[in-house]
T-cell receptor, first 115, second 117 residues
Framework: ETGVTQTPRHLVMGMTNKKSLKCEQH?????MYWYKQSAKKPLELMFV???????ENNSVPSRFSPECPNSSHLFLHLHTLQPEDSALYLC??????????????FGPGTRLTVL | AQSVTQLGSHVSVSEGALVLLRCNYS??????LFWYVQYPNQGLQLLLK??????LVKGINGFEAEFKKSETSFHLTKPSAHMSDAAEYFC???????????????FGKGTKLSVKP
């Protein structure tokens, strides 16, 4: 499979559940990103990983916990979410290098609904 | 700091008409600029990008954009709209200096394009 894949595509969870979103990239990139896309709001960058190291956390609540075990895989662990966390969660990857500003390629997203 | 403004959250055109989606940016460094398209229930797909060199950039599906430094603009155009162009379009600028540790994308709020038959 090529590109950036995300599983599951749809997820419904209660506020007390624990679940994980998975992202995998087959592009040989070394930077990976989590974004949140809510209705009527711009895309919000949540986390950035470079060479498996987290380089950015944009004041994301601790109920979202990222994990990057290697350059190809990225997880977002979810626990005790709130209804306002319902959104489309997008993963992206880029060929980050010392030159920076590599083009980002996006996965199809996970549509999350918190009841 | 970098920012992006997309004029018009919703644009409607007739099939065959010109498509013009506006994007203005602010950047303290030479910008890298991007247009992405998002179809319903899908992720973002890169349409085109400007880094350096030629200011008129051609992308997929017949779209193009022109970087105008004096106007700080990067408007997206297509001569003739097709029904399949109905989607949401996002303009983005890459932040941070080239060679630095940044390089994240700053997105506009998006413009939803409708195409009438």
């Amino acid at each position: 499979e090529t590109g950036v894949t995300q599983t599951p595509r749809h997820l419904v969870m209660g506020m007390t559940n624990k679940k994980s979103l998975k992202c995998e990239q087959h592009l040989g990139h070394n930077a990976m990103y989590w974004y949140k896309q809510s209705a009527k709001k711009p895309l919000e960058l949540m986390f950035v990983y470079n060479f498996k190291e987290q380089t950015e956390n944009n004041s994301v609540p601790s109920r979202f916990s990222p994990e990057c075990p290697n350059s190809s895989h990225l997880f977002l662990h979810l626990h005790t979410l709130q209804p306002e966390d319902s959104a489309l969660y997008l993963c992206a990857s880029s060929p980050r290098s010392a030159g920076g500003r590599g083009t980002q390629y996006f996965g199809p997203g996970t549509r999350l609904t918190v009841l | 700091a970098q920012s992006v403004t997309q004029l018009g959250s919703h644009v409607s055109v007739s099939e065959g008409a010109l498509v013009l989606l506006r994007c203005n940016y602010s950047s303290s460094v030479p910008p890298y600029l991007f247009w992405y398209v998002q179809y319903p229930n899908q992720g973002l797909q890169l349409l085109l990008k400007y880094t350096t060199g030629a200011t008129l950039v051609k992308g997929i599906n017949g779209f193009e954009a022109e970087f105008k430094k004096s106007e700080t603009s990067f408007h997206l155009t297509k001569p003739s709209a097709h029904m399949s162009d109905a989607a949401e379009y996002f303009c983005a600028v890459s932040d941070g200096p080239s060679g630095g540790s940044q390089g994240n994308l700053i997105f506009g709020k998006g413009t939803k394009l409708s195409v009438k038959p």
